[in-house]
């Protein structure tokens, strides 16, 4: 007798855990009596030392005789989730529920006999196995469907399949159906005369596939998922001739089909008939795209489904895919992101005709003319990037400077270290003191010559270079 034990207060004022899936899958099938044992057991566990801890006190506390307990625990011993110890006196041991899903149960084959004998009259094309055999045990007793329902699924699927069906494909019905609680004869019978009805009805679409053999569960589960989407047999019927026209007669390829036209709202034939126009285009402008791209791809569908149909819908034409693709190569942008990420900036711009891109891109370079010229005075050589845009739109169209004012800030820019940075702080310098005119500018600011390190401003203080750079730096809190 173990030394430490709970007390009775303490048992009573605990919890006793019960698995989820004794909940899930023996409690709703098992008898209410043999359910209270069960739990009423699992609960005097955690007091098995004690002296009252026995068969007959037991019976008295739920108020049953010895031989209804022992009845539920041989009940419950059966489904594997108890072991007989002793039978006198009476002994139990409860096991963990896991364990029993993990292990291969242990079958009567007497119980069996007749259902044995069944099977094996419907599988004529072959013998089955033990093996087989015990996986349809398992259906019985742990999904618990009926006997005469599992022989009704296993006559089912040899009409579909033929006498010699492997096992396999039984099982997986079987089980399929039984998570959709189909388990008793009844049950399956319905769902039978449901197919039956079904056939009637997809006689059109096999027709149309070319189909002659019989449709198989997952071919009818599809058809139900079909119309359940809001399909119609026209539709259904009008989408299978385009699958055999591509020599995809199938019911995977139909629903793979459908399941793009379901994505796209698409139910009329009409509707599917200019979508698959409009997908046709799009394909040609994805070939012309990544070609102007100087890109490759051996299959065109990722391009139209991730951008050329979405930059459609936004409104751009194909001639401006195009104009934008070769313009795109010709900046050295040459991705599919690069160009989707002009197409953005254009469209915030309210660019999206071929005519207006043109406008945009004449503007762009008059505008990068002047820039060029700027670059060249303060003795620059390099290339117009978007920061010198940004800058001089600033400039111009923010503190609205005249060009006579630049082309002077430009003559005190010239030899600096920093060029550009230099032009943008006199600039900067010029907008907060409101000097519009380069008057103005000469009066406020006394300079000998725009030579290097000899600058002196109205308070006659001369600035080194070090100076002249610390001042540059300004630049960089201007928000342009």
Known sequence: MAFCKYSIDMIANNTTAVDNIFINNYL???D???????????????????????????????NL???????AFSYWQEQGLIQFLNVLPFEIRYLPISDVLNNTKK?????????NAQAQEILSGRMITPNEYREYYDIIERLHMEKDALLMIINYCVNIKGNNVGYAYITTIAKDWANQKITTAKQVEERLLEFEDLRTNMEEITKALGIKRPLSIEERSLYQKWVSQGFEDSVLKYVAKTAKSKNKANFAYVDA????YYAQRLFSESEINLYEEGKAKAKDIAKLVTRNLGLYYENLE???????WNWLNLGFNEKMLE????????SNVRTLDGMNTRLEEYLNLGILSEASFAEYRNETLTLDKKIKSILEKIGLSRNVNQFDRDKYKVWKEVWQMSDELIDYACTLSVGKDQPIQYLASILSSFHDKKISRVEEAKQAFDIVAPTKGNQKFS??????????????VKIEEIEI
């Open 323 to 330: 104009e934008v693709s070769n313009y795109c190569f010709k």
């Open 107 to 115: 079958y009567n084959a007497k119980k069996y006999e007749s259902f």
């Open 65 to 71: 005789s010895q031989g209804q307990v022992e009845g």
């Open 459 to 472: 308070n006659q203080r001369t600035h080194s270079k070090e100076e002249a750079r610390k001042l540059s």
């Open 32 to 62: 209410p009596m043999y359910v209270k044992v069960y739990l009423y057991g699992l609960y005097k566990c955690q007091s098995g030392d004690a002296q009252d801890n026995t068969l007959e006190n037991f019976a008295n506390e739920l």
């Open 257 to 260: 089909l459908l399941e793009k």
């Open 302 to 308: 990722p391009v139209v489904d991730n951008y050329i």
């Open 28 to 30: 709703p099938y098992a």
